[in-house]
């Protein structure tokens, strides 16, 4: 098996094939979904590339294929050359248009560590752990054994609506984030702090108002602050890390990614719709039975009939869930959480700029000696419009 391809090096993989790097309209770092963002532009760069218009044809359906779709299509209203090219994709997919698709194809000779997002085991992994992480899940595996069965990564704005696209003047006090930004100054997990006070932009939860199952962030009457009641900080076995701030009640909670420079790049807000504690090994085999259980396959259906589909591995089978291990910090001290997790997406049908995409995070938990299920729905928030100071 070739050696992976690190992030860095992408650039001279495409120039040592003689591949044509996208042109200046392109965002090489963005991911969409769990697709590199350089990949998706070079792969539009370089159609007449055997593979290429086939890669196209068979992720169509993908959400993170129509999320780079969106951005191209926001593009190419200003931009003629990008606009050329994409009618170029769209007659060649409408010439397949009744071939069958593989959810797994990749063009010849084109690596996964090329094509999938550099830090898609921490947004949007590929393929859960199995169990090499120490978790002990030794009770709920012997359970399951019995029984039976996303605004998307937040938009790029144009310069003029670069603090989330929103039609309100930005909170004053993001301010903070961009000074930290500018000064190169690093925001690490020991920041973030039981009791510290969260500024954050009310926008998006006021334009996806009855379009999702997301409830606003409770706070007094005309606040935008909240206090954090709890700080977890979650890794996986793939080395993945996220911070999670924990408003009081347990009425949700904000879920940063970090970049390599410790800034906040991703934030999804989640809040709690659902929570179910399965009684025997029949139930939790519902949930987590590797051959069929709810956590893991294809689409997740929530009780008001509406389907998701999986973001992290998406495919026609159903996947192991992703083992998180989560340390949570609270006033009285520390625990750990330990939970198996998949997380699905569907689109919201609402206009730019309002959430484009709406989540359902669904995890078997245990703690402390207990288990239980529970659902959240989330949607993209613009970490720009946080203040974390």
Same mark, same amino acid.
């Given at each position: 098996?070739?050696?992976?391809?690190?992030?860095?090096?992408?650039?001279?993989?495409?120039?040592?094939?003689?591949?044509?790097?996208?042109?200046?309209?392109?965002?090489?770092?963005?991911?969409?979904?769990?697709?590199?963002?350089?990949?998706?532009?070079?792969?539009?760069?370089?159609?007449?590339?055997?593979?290429?218009?086939?890669?196209?044809?068979?992720?169509?359906?993908?959400?993170?294929?129509?999320?780079?779709?969106?951005?191209?299509?926001?593009?190419?209203?200003?931009?003629?050359?990008? /606009?050329?090219?994409?009618?170029?994709?769209?007659?060649?997919?409408?010439?397949?248009?009744?071939?069958?698709?593989?959810?797994?194809?990749?063009?010849?000779?084109?690596?996964?560590?090329?094509?999938?997002?550099?830090?898609?085991?921490?947004?949007?992994?590929?393929?859960?752990?199995?169990?090499?992480?120490? !978790?002990?899940?030794?009770?709920?595996?012997?359970?399951?054994?019995?029984?039976?069965?996303?605004?998307?990564?937040?938009?790029?704005?144009?310069?003029?609506?670069?603090?989330?696209?929103?039609?309100?003047?930005?909170?004053?006090?993001?301010?903070?984030?961009?000074?930290? /930004?500018?000064?190169?100054?690093?925001?690490?997990?020991?920041?973030?702090?039981?009791?510290?006070?969260?500024?954050?932009?009310?926008?998006?939860?006021?334009?996806?108002?009855?379009?999702?199952?997301?409830?606003?962030?409770?706070?007094?009457?005309?606040?935008?602050? !909240?206090?954090?009641?709890?700080?977890?900080?979650?890794?996986?076995?793939?080395?993945?890390?996220?911070?999670?701030?924990?408003?009081?009640?347990?009425?949700?909670?904000?879920?940063?990614?970090?970049?390599?420079?410790?800034?906040?790049?991703?934030?999804?807000?989640?809040?709690?719709?659902?929570?179910?504690?399965?009684?025997?090994?029949?139930?939790?085999?519902?949930?987590?039975?590797?051959?069929?259980?709810?956590?893991?396959?294809?689409?997740?259906?929530? /009780?008001?009939?509406?389907?998701?589909?999986?973001?992290?591995?998406?495919?026609?089978?159903?996947?192991?869930?992703?083992?998180?291990?989560?340390?949570?910090?609270?006033?009285?001290?520390?625990?750990?959480?330990?939970?198996?997790?998949?997380?699905?997406?569907?689109?919201?049908?609402?206009?730019?700029?309002?959430?484009?995409?709406?989540? !359902?995070?669904?995890?078997?938990?245990?703690?402390?000696?207990?288990?239980?299920?529970?659902?959240?729905?989330?949607?993209?928030?613009?970490?720009?419009?946080?203040?974390?100071?």
């Amino acid at each position: 098996m070739p050696a992976p391809i690190r992030p860095a090096d992408r650039p001279a993989w495409y120039a040592q094939r003689a591949w044509q790097p996208p042109p200046t309209y392109a965002a090489p770092r963005r991911s969409f979904g769990i697709w590199d963002g350089l990949f998706l532009w070079a792969m539009l760069s370089n159609l007449g590339r055997p593979g290429s218009a086939d890669f196209f044809h068979n992720h169509r359906d993908d959400a993170g294929y129509q999320q780079w779709r969106a951005e191209a299509d926001r593009q190419a209203q200003e931009n003629a050359d990008l /606009k050329a090219r994409l009618d170029a994709l769209d007659q060649q997919l409408a010439a397949r248009s009744d071939q069958p698709k593989d959810p797994t194809y990749l063009p010849p000779d084109v690596p996964e560590s090329v094509a999938l997002a550099s830090a898609s085991a921490e947004r949007t992994p590929t393929l859960a752990g199995d169990g090499d992480d120490g !978790i002990p899940w030794t009770l709920i595996a012997v359970l399951a054994g019995g029984a039976v069965v996303g605004w998307a990564l937040w938009s790029r704005r144009r310069a003029s609506g670069a603090r989330g696209g929103s039609t309100v003047n930005p909170i004053s006090s993001a301010v903070n984030m961009l000074r930290n /930004k500018a000064s190169g100054e690093r925001y690490t997990p020991d920041r973030f702090r039981v009791g510290m006070v969260m500024t954050f932009d009310p926008t998006p939860f006021i334009l996806a108002a009855g379009a999702t199952k997301v409830a606003a962030p409770a706070t007094d009457a005309g606040s935008t602050r !909240i206090s954090i009641e709890a700080v977890g900080q979650v890794s996986n076995s793939q080395g993945g890390q996220l911070t999670r701030l924990y408003l009081p009640a347990q009425r949700g909670m904000f879920q940063l990614h970090l970049d390599q420079g410790g800034n906040p790049d991703e934030c999804r807000f989640f809040a709690p719709i659902d929570q179910v504690t399965p009684a025997d090994p029949g139930e939790w085999g519902v949930w987590l039975s590797p051959a069929e259980g709810l956590i893991g396959w294809p689409q997740f259906q929530t /009780k008001d009939g509406k389907l998701y589909d999986r973001v992290w591995a998406p495919g026609p089978n159903r996947t192991p869930p992703l083992r998180l291990r989560e340390t949570v910090e609270t006033a009285g001290g520390s625990h750990v959480l330990q939970s198996q997790a998949m997380l699905y997406a569907a689109p919201t049908g609402l206009a730019d700029p309002a959430p484009q995409t709406e989540y !359902i995070l669904v995890s078997a938990v245990e703690s402390g000696g207990s288990a239980w299920v529970e659902v959240s729905a989330g949607i993209d928030v613009n970490p720009a419009m946080l203040s974390l100071a």
